[in-house]
């Protein structure tokens, strides 16, 4: 998050907190009267409060990754998989690869035979 970013949304947050309080007096001090509609000033701070905190935001968002599935596992791998956000998911013990492991049991099988034959 970049520093101008910071400050436009911490303006934001600012004008948002002054918007809610404004309306939270209006409503106390007014709280008798028949018609107890905000005025526009407030109404007004606020819509512009949200949108100035929704550009501040925007502002600090990260590079957006290619929709592609092919080009983003394609900088995974330029990268050397250090990026991968599966590579834990990969590597428990719940993802064993069967087939492999199939092979290794029959490979000590075939070792085990061979010491009773002998």
């Given at each position: 998050?970049?520093f101008?970013?910071?400050?436009?949304t911490f303006?934001?947050?600012?004008?948002?907190?002054?918007?809610?309080?404004?309306?939270?007096?209006?409503?106390?001090?007014?709280?008798?009267l028949?018609?107890t509609?905000?005025?526009?000033?407030i109404?007004?701070?606020t819509?512009?409060?949200?949108?100035i905190?929704?550009?501040?935001?925007?502002?600090s968002a990260?590079?957006?990754?290619p929709i592609?599935?092919?080009?983003?596992?394609?900088?995974?791998?330029?990268?050397?998989?250090?990026?991968?956000?599966?590579?834990?998911?990969?590597?428990?013990?719940?993802f064993w690869?069967?087939?492999?492991?199939?092979?290794?049991?029959?490979?000590w099988?075939?070792?085990?035979d061979?010491?009773?034959k002998?």
């Open positions: 998050m970049s101008l970013s910071r400050v436009v303006f934001g947050l600012i004008l948002l907190v002054h918007a809610g309080y404004s309306a939270h007096e209006h409503t106390v001090l007014h709280s008798n028949a018609s509609a905000l005025p526009q000033d109404v007004l701070e819509l512009v409060s949200v949108l905190v929704s550009i501040g935001l925007v502002l990260q590079k957006l990754k592609s599935w092919r080009e983003w596992a394609g900088e995974i791998e330029r990268d050397g998989g250090a990026r991968n956000p599966y590579l834990s998911l990969e590597e428990r013990y719940g690869d069967i087939r492999a492991k199939r092979k290794e049991f029959a490979d099988v075939r070792g085990q061979v010491l009773v002998e």
